[in-house]
Structures are given as structure tokens and as C-alpha cells.
């Protein structure tokens, strides 16, 4: 049973267009919600964080939005650039526990 | 400040064999974590350390045996090695909950 979905495997953006990136989940227990970017070949690096209690973060070109009642997040990037080419795992935990449990990706290709 | 360190980066085994796939972080984290990613699964959790003297099992963790050595080391022994074990491994480590994940470069594992 796959508690946390990103159903897109794959994405194309321009450069300088915004790049929104998706992710479900199932477990209304999840409450702290993570965005990780990973390079071939690399270990994957946190992007950016939300808490159940916020839904919108900001970081620089990044933005994750949360809507609890949807149980639906998603990470927008503005403007694409070639060197976001990556594959993006949303993450989500559960309060009382140490586990992180991630989606199967989506891999991000911004064209020049 | 080496951040989360594994070995080997590469190893190939036949069916049957046995390896420890080491890792170990210098941040002075609580909690450490081992992950295996496989095309189209994304990140799945084997097994995890909340704290030096703890272990739990994660979503997959038929197959494998963990070492929490000390505060730093964190060790996923495979006793007897099948081609399903064929993956990326990954290990990572946070500080507390609700904090981001830092991993490190992976593990390629070939199981023939």
C-alpha cells in the first residue's frame, strides 16, 4: 500500500517556466512533509520542508503548497532552470515516529 | 566534515554470499536510516535507528539485519544475498524528527 504518490514519472518545462510537481498521500496521520532533489549517480538533498501547520513554504525559486483536506502537496519552481533537471521524492512522516516514507519520483527535465 | 559516509560504493555478489554495507556519519545525529531504491519503487525504508541502542524495521526489511555499532556507525548486513537484492542503497541520517534527512553518495549492489 503506497502511503505517499507522486503520480507523475516523468516531466518536461522550458526554461524560465514554472515546473509544478505533485504528490498524494493516504495516512491523515502525516503531518511534517519533505522535498528532496537527486542527481544521477548522488544521494538525494532536502529541498524544502512543510509542517502541517503551514500550507505554503517559500525558499528562493521554491515553493511547497499543502492542502490537508485534499491530503495533496505539491512543489512549484519558478523560473526552471536547466540545472533543476532531477528527480524530485516528496517525503512525509507521522508525528511519534522516526520514519520517512517517500514517493516513487518524478523526474524533472527543463529544456534550454 | 565528511557529512554521511558509505562503503563500498560498488559490489557485486553471486546468490548466496553474505556483505555488510557500512555507513557512518560525523554530524553527531540521533537517528540513522537505510533506504534501497529501485526504478519505478522510489525510496523504500529498510530499517531505521531512532537512537544509539535501537533498531526498527521499516516497509522492506525481509532479507537484511541491522548494527546500530555506536552514535556514528550504522551498519545492513545481507546474510545470504538473492538477485531480488539488486539496488541502490542509501543511508541517511537527522539530528531529531522533524528535521531534514542527509544522505549519503549510495551503495550499487549487484546480486547475480
Known amino acids: 500500500d503506497q502511503q505517499v504518490k507522486q503520480n507523475s514519472p516523468s516531466l518536461s518545462v522550458q526554461e524560465g517556466r514554472i515546473s509544478i510537481l505533485n504528490c498524494d498521500y493516504t495516512?491523515?496521520?502525516?503531518?511534517?512533509f519533505l522535498w528532496y532533489k537527486k542527481y544521477p549517480a548522488e544521494g538525494p538533498t532536502f529541498l524544502i520542508s512543510i509542517s502541517s501547520i503551514k500550507d505554503k513554504n517559500e525558499d528562493g525559486r521554491f515553493t511547497v503548497f499543502l492542502n490537508k483536506s485534499a491530503k495533496h502537496l505539491s512543489l512549484h519552481i519558478v523560473p526552471s532552470q536547466p540545472g533543476d533537471s532531477a528527480v524530485y521524492f516528496c517525503?512525509?512522516?507521522?508525528?511519534?515516529?522516526?520514519?520517512?516514507?517517500f514517493g516513487t519520483g518524478t523526474r524533472l527535465k527543463v529544456l534550454a | 566534515n565528511a557529512g554521511v559516509t558509505q562503503t563500498p560504493k560498488f559490489q557485486v555478489l553471486k546468490t548466496g554470499q553474505s556483505m555488510t554495507l557500512q555507513c557512518a556519519q560525523d554530524?553527531?545525529?540521533?537517528?540513522m536510516y537505510w533506504y534501497r531504491q529501485d526504478p519505478g519503487m522510489g525510496l523504500r525504508l529498510i530499517y531505521y535507528?531512532?537512537?544509539?541502542?535501537?533498531?526498527d524495521k521499516g516497509e522492506v526489511p525481509n532479507g537484511y539485519n541491522v548494527s546500530r555499532l555506536n552514535k556514528r556507525e550504522f551498519s545492513l548486513r545481507l546474510e545470504s544475498a538473492a538477485p531480488s537484492q539488486t539496488s541502490v542503497y542509501f543511508c541517511?541520517?537527522?539530528?531529531?524528527?522533524?528535521?531534514?534527512?542527509?544522505f549519503g553518495p549510495g551503495t550499487r549492489l549487484t546480486v547475480l
Open positions: 554530524m553527531n545525529h540521533n537517528s
Open positions: 541517511a541520517s537527522i539530528r531529531a524528527p522533524y528535521n531534514e534527512q542527509f
Open positions: 535507528s531512532a537512537s544509539e541502542g535501537t533498531t
Open positions: 517525503a512525509a512522516s507521522a508525528p511519534g515516529t522516526y520514519k520517512y516514507i
Open positions: 495516512n491523515s496521520m502525516f503531518d511534517y
